[in-house]
């Protein structure tokens, strides 16, 4: 079973950055670049919403909210996922999750990380 583990969350001020890593395992007979890997946030009182994703052929996605400041890349040789987040706002405060998937219904998720955007 895939298994996922995301860190790097805390406390930053806006305009800082963070890095936000999601490590994966469980998985056996090919790499991480197989998986579809995506980055999710939910803020308190609000639903969970897709923030970034990659895909099998490295392509990526960004939800508009995060466009231009966030950066999603993946590390074959350590299994892992990162997602740069760089120029942070107040409103990017939520728990980041990495799931295999972009969409909601993904099947596997991690426990997530708290980030918190405030001077």
């Known amino acids: 079973q895939v298994q996922l583990v995301e860190s790097g969350g805390g406390l930053v001020q806006p305009g800082g950055s963070l890095r936000l890593s999601c490590s994966v395992s469980?998985?056996?007979?090919?790499?991480?670049?197989?998986?579809?890997i995506g980055w999710f946030r939910q803020a308190p009182g609000k639903e969970r919403e897709g923030v970034s994703c990659?895909?099998?052929?490295?392509?990526?996605y960004y939800a508009d909210s995060v466009k231009g400041r966030f950066t999603i890349s993946r590390d074959n040789a350590k299994n892992t996922v990162y997602l740069q987040m760089n120029s942070q706002k107040p409103e990017d405060t939520a728990v980041y999750y990495c799931?295999?998937?972009?969409?909601?219904?993904?099947?596997?998720w991690g426990q997530g990380t708290q980030v918190t955007v405030s001077s």
């Open positions: 469980g998985f056996t007979g090919f790499t991480l670049d197989r998986l579809v």
């Open positions: 990659i895909s099998t052929t490295g392509s990526t």
């Open positions: 799931a295999t998937g972009c969409a909601v219904a993904a099947d596997y």
